[in-house]
Structure formats: C-alpha cells, structure tokens
C-alpha cells in the first residue's frame, strides 16, 4: 500500500508546527505518510515578522507568547533554542481623562482581586467601584452555558464603568474587535466556567489566582529567574520560524503555491495552484483563513456563514528615538486606550522596556497600534499618514516632539477574526457538513479556535494526532 500523501496548506505558525509533528512521526515510524508544506507566498512565518534595523529588534506582528499556555514554550525548548527566551517586565498603564493610571495591581485581565488597589485607584468613580462590587453578591447568570457577548457577561457581573474604562481596552484589544460583540465561548470561556463553579466573577478569580497549580513555573536563565506573562525570544520570533524551517527536509516545503482550488479525486483531492500546477493529497490540513476558506469551497450552501464571518485590518506602527526624545522616565511595558478616548492608537507598547533586548544603548523603541472594527481607514492611509497620526496622539499622551530616529509601519489586512456569538456552534456545524462532504480536510488556525501562537501550536498537534 502506497504511503498516504498528506498537505499543509500555509506556512504560518499553524502550518509550520503542523509539519514539524508531521514529521517527527514519520522519522519515529508512528506515521506511514508523506507530506508537504505549500505556502502561497514566498516567505514562511505568515504574522510572525521582525525586523533587524539599526540595532533594533522590531516585531512586525506578535511580539511574544504566553507563559501559561506551555505549548509554544515547550516547542522553543524541543528545537534548542531555550537560552533565547526572555520575559516580559511588568506594569501596564491605562489611559484615563487624558492621564496615565497605573492599572489596578492584582486586576486580572481587569478583574479586581485585590480590595485595596481597586479601591483606591483613580480610573472609577465611587460609585463605579460600588457596582462592580455587587459582583459579590449578585446571582450566577442565566446564560449557564449559552453563549453571550463579551460586554455582555462583564457589564451584568461588573457593571458599564470598570467594562468601558478598564476591560474593553483590555480585552478588545487582543482581538481589535467590539466586545458587545465577541463570543465569551470562542475567546475567554474560563470567565463563564469560574462563574459557573463560583457564583462571584471576584470570588471566583481570587480564588484562581491564589490556587497552587500543578503547572511548574518557567524558570529563566542561569540565575532562573521566573518568568512573567509573556514571554519572547531575543533573536526575535522570527528565529523560531527560521530554526522550523531548518529542521524541516527542504523538500518538503514549497513556496509561492498559492492554492486556488480543491477537487474531489478518488479517496482524496486534487488541488490546484495559481501558478498552473496541481498535486494529489490523501489528506489536507487547512490553515488558511476563514475568508480563504469559504473560497475554496464556496459553492457549499453551508460555507454562507464562514464566508460572513468579519476580520479586521490593523497595523503596527514601530518608532526609534534617542532616549533624551522621553519626557518622562518611563516605568512599565505601555498603555491602553479606552474607545471612548478618541484616539486613533489603540495602544502603545514601551518595548525597549518590556524588551531590553530590542533597543540599543541610549535608543528607545515605541510600537503603536492602529486599526480596530469600525475604525480600519487609517490602516488604508499611507505610511506618512499614518505615522503623522500616532506622533500626534504620542505628543499628546506622552509629550513626545521629537522627530524619530526611524519608522516601520506593518499592514495587516483583514488579519483579525472576529469569534462572534454563536462562533464555536457554527464553527461545529460547518465543520460537520464539511467532513460529510471532504472527510480528508480539516480546518485550523487563527480563524477558528484561538488567535494566539499557543492556540494555533495547539490545533497543529491536535490535527496531526488525529492523523
């Protein structure tokens, strides 16, 4: 019986992680297969980009992972490349009444854990303090596992205040979409199952947040020094797509194969690429993106709703200057701006402080964001707009005049899937249909089940175990 020929569809994380345990069991003898990676472009890496200018080290997409969600982690150390792992430090800023608040210590993803620092902070009033403590009290929803908004579940548990000034930023954020809008289910699930088991959303998170886990922590470095939130690498994450590459046989990866179509042949499928060329595949893992997908299989009634599905386009926005150019000394990794604000940023990253790594001697480095739903024309406008635009709002909020030293501005269209509610449900049900219908696909990647890196290493494994 021949050898199965099975092809990764995308050379980003996703498709790069997929092939690596692809073969890792074909070299073990686990799997009797062939595979390979086509990647349309002529690059591999999809979001993850960084730039070396100057003696900088500028992240074009991500600029790190995270430290709980170990699959990434525990990939960085099976290639060798753990002593390039750093950790993020600490102290995060909100934007408030035109000022930067430090935000709440002990505020977990905005959730206040700790009674003092919420208590005293200026980004509420008393009496915004006083509904988010009716969280205490209040009964758990009647949602129970339904799916609900985002802003929903926050704004019943603690109240519009503490939501508009201090979640939404937080949280819509990571997604650059509405938070009235997005699937708790499909993006923070852990939120509804702590109210689940907890009844209080504070409660329950003190309770979480003091718990002995039996995850070991990350130790980093000869002295181990534990690790924070995030971490990175110091060569940039670029270098982890780089060591994937070269651990990977070169002929197995083929660049510049932009698949434009799938047919049905025998047991398998046929596909078809922009450049005329075609190639059979007993199986196919597809991590292309919700929109490219619906696509390729359009002409499926039940594809309608993967083909409605909204992304957001954004951009990242990396500005160098002379230490001298910061007014004020700088404590802490950025800040976020509530929507209501006004600004055209999103955020602000102090990266040469969150990141020593990234900056030289003397140097600062700043990455702004742009673009989120509802507000995507300025990713459209072009690269001195737009710096014009975050100068602007940093001379504002920071007090920065001086011109920079260097600036790369990062497009990223329609590169953030909006989960929206009833996301993971149509997700099942397309999935379903379509494995009625092509049994050897399998959909995954950052359109699916998680955004983040981890999330996506997570859905490669998962796809080739099934394998």
């Known amino acids: 019986m021949a050898e199965e020929q099975i092809a990764v569809i995308g050379g980003g994380i ?17 799997l009797d297969a062939q595979f390979t990676l086509y990647e349309g472009s ?3 890496g999809g979001v993850i980009r960084t730039d070396y200018t100057n003696g900088f080290v500028i992240e074009q997409g991500p600029d790190s992972f995270l430290t709980r969600k170990r699959s990434m982690y525990n990939l960085v150390v099976e290639l060798g490349l753990e002593k390039e792992l750093v950790t993020n430090q600490s102290g995060a800023y909100i934007l408030h009444q035109n000022g930067l608040q430090r935000m709440p210590e002990g505020a977990v993803m905005g959730i206040p854990t700790k009674l003092r620092p919420f208590l005293t902070t200026g980004l509420f009033s008393m009496k915004g303090k006083m509904r988010a403590g009716m969280d205490l009290f209040l009964l758990r929803g009647k949602a129970g596992h339904k799916d609900q908004s985002v802003g929903a579940f926050f704004r019943r548990r603690l109240g519009n205040e503490v939501v508009d000034h201090l979640i939404e930023p937080l949280l819509s954020g990571i997604y650059a979409g509405r938070i009235d809008n997005l699937s708790l289910q499909a993006t923070f699930p852990q939120f509804q ?16 947040s003091g718990s002995k886990t039996p995850q070991e922590p990350v130790f980093l470095g000869e002295m181990k020094k534990p690790a924070n939130m995030f971490l990175t690498l110091r060569g ?32 398998g499928t046929r596909l078809h690429f922009e450049d005329g060329s075609d190639a059979y595949a007993d199986k196919v893992l597809l991590t292309a993106r919700h929109h490219e997908a619906y696509e390729l299989f359009k002409e499926m009634d039940f594809m309608e709703p993967m083909g409605k599905v909204p992304s957001t386009s954004v ?14 000394p700088l404590d802490g990794t950025g800040f976020v701006i509530p929507k209501m604000a006004g600004y055209t940023i999103t955020a602000c990253t102090w990266t040469h402080h969150k990141w020593e790594h990234t900056a030289p001697e ?5 990455r702004a964001y742009v673009g989120r739903a509802g507000e995507e ?14 100068r602007r709002d940093l001379k504002e909020i920071m007090g920065i005049e001086a011109e920079p030293e260097l600036h790369l501005v990062t497009r990223w269209r329609n590169a953030m899937p909006q989960y929206e509610v ?5 997700l099942q049900t397309i999935e379903k249909k379509l494995a009625a219908e092509y049994p050897h696909v399998k959909l995954l990647g950052a359109s699916y089940r998680g955004i983040g890196l981890p999330d996506c290493i997570d859905q490669a494994v998962q796809a080739v175990n099934e394998i």
């Open 193 to 208: 199952e702590i109210e689940n088991k907890h009844r209080s959303l504070i409660l329950g998170m003190r309770n979480v």
């Open 377 to 390: 024309e300025i990713v459209s406008k072009s690269d001195e707009q737009i710096v014009e635009t975050v």
């Open 422 to 426: 009833g996301h993971r449900e149509r």
């Open 362 to 366: 003397g140097k600062a480095l700043l």
């Open 236 to 267: 940039g994450l670029q270098s982890l797509v780089e060591r994937l590459e070269k651990e990977l046989d070169e002929k197995s990866v083929k660049k510049n194969k932009k698949l434009i179509r799938i047919e049905k042949e025998g047991r």
């Open 42 to 44: 002529g690059r591999l």
């Open 315 to 328: 951009a990242t926005v990396a500005l160098a200057y002379d230490s001298s150019a910061m007014k004020k």
């Open 14 to 30: 996703t498709g790069l992680a997929a092939s690596y345990e692809l073969q890792k069991k074909i070299q073990s003898g686990n």
